[in-house]
């Protein structure tokens, strides 16, 4: 069975950081592309970065200079450090991770954590 938990979210003022992580289970973790993405209220959801499984990034212009994505393959885990918080930064953060090939199109996703970023 898949699982992708997410942790790290909270209450944070403007300017503030977080650190959310997300543990990955019952996917070969080491091949699969992993990303957050995040959606606010009565919007879409959205990208926020990406990491492939050879450790190339992808970010939102959004959060360029702000957040960083990593990865430890050891651990099954995938982090974004989260910087210079705004309030327009508010949203469920969800964890994804992906893979596909000729057999397979897999896409997977956690249940997603609250960031609030207010005074």
């Known amino acids: 069975q898949v699982q992708l938990m997410e942790s790290g979210g909270g209450l944070v003022q403007p300017g503030g950081s977080l650190r959310l992580s997300c543990a990955a289970s019952?996917?070969?973790?080491?091949?699969?592309?992993m990303g957050w993405y995040r959606q606010a209220p009565g919007k879409q959801r959205e990208l926020v970065a990406t990491?492939?499984?050879?450790?190339?990034?992808k970010y939102a212009d959004s959060v360029k200079g702000r957040f960083t994505i990593s990865r430890d393959n050891a651990k099954n885990m995938v982090y974004l450090q989260m910087n210079s918080l705004k309030p327009e930064d508010t949203a469920v953060y969800y964890c994804?991770?992906?893979?596909?090939?000729?057999?397979?199109?897999?896409?997977?996703w956690g249940q997603g954590t609250q960031v609030t970023v207010s005074s």
């Open positions: 994804n991770a992906q893979y596909s090939d000729a057999l397979r199109d897999n896409d997977f």
């Open positions: 019952g996917i070969l973790f080491s091949i699969y592309a």
């Open positions: 990491i492939t499984s050879g450790g190339g990034t």
